[in-house]
């Protein structure tokens, strides 16, 4: 089954198409003047949610690609939290061999691939391929290709 028949309305999640604007509108009521916040985002010194803008420009990038961009969460009752979290997920678009790769966006450089092994196992029939998108070199780690953001244009 296509991943728009399993969607649903009860989240969304919201990118905006100029990551400019997007940190523009971000730091507005920021005392930094437009320039400094720049020099400090591209420096590593301002204190932001890295992930925020690169889970945006990683969404750029796949929609110029022409991917419709969706994603997975489940709720697990017992630990009530959210126990699996995927960011992306795109599809082969393919009629008779339809396949789903899920994409996680790592903005650091120490993370957990717990998530998406999870969810690879829950849908291993489904699923063509993993992928994090982080930012260090090529690498396969747990049956997942890892991936660096200018490599994102391949998928």
């Given at each position: 089954m296509?991943?728009?028949l399993n969607g649903?309305?009860?989240?969304?999640?919201?990118?905006l198409?100029?990551i400019?604007?997007?940190?523009?509108?971000?730091f507005?009521?920021?005392?930094?003047?437009?320039?400094?916040?720049?020099k400090?985002?591209?420096?590593?010194?301002?204190?932001l949610?890295?992930?925020?803008?690169y889970?945006?420009?990683?969404?750029q990038?796949l929609?110029a690609n022409?991917?419709?961009?969706f994603?997975?969460t489940?709720y697990?009752?017992?630990?009530?939290?959210?126990d699996?979290?995927?960011d992306?997920?795109i599809s082969n678009?393919?009629?008779?061999?339809?396949?789903m790769y899920?994409?996680?966006v790592?903005?650091?450089?120490?993370y957990?691939?717990?998530s998406?092994?999870?969810?690879?196992?829950k849908?291993?029939s489904?699923?063509g391929?993993c992928?994090?998108i982080?930012?260090?070199?090529?690498?396969?780690k747990?049956d997942?290709?890892c991936?660096?953001?200018?490599?994102?244009?391949?998928?």
């Amino acid at each position: 089954m296509g991943l728009s028949l399993n969607g649903s309305d009860t989240y969304i999640r919201c990118y905006l198409g100029d990551i400019g604007l997007l940190v523009s509108h971000a730091f507005d009521e920021n005392e930094l003047l437009e320039d400094e916040v720049y020099k400090q985002i591209l420096s590593g010194k301002l204190g932001l949610n890295e992930g925020m803008l690169y889970e945006n420009t990683i969404a750029q990038m796949l929609v110029a690609n022409g991917h419709r961009l969706f994603f997975y969460t489940h709720y697990n009752e017992e630990k009530r939290r959210n126990d699996i979290e995927i960011d992306f997920i795109i599809s082969n678009n393919s009629k008779t061999k339809y396949k789903m790769y899920p994409i996680e966006v790592k903005s650091g450089t120490r993370y957990s691939t717990e998530s998406l092994l999870r969810f690879k196992e829950k849908y291993k029939s489904r699923i063509g391929g993993c992928y994090i998108i982080h930012p260090r070199n090529l690498l396969v780690k747990d049956d997942i290709l890892c991936i660096p953001p200018y490599m994102t244009i391949c998928l």
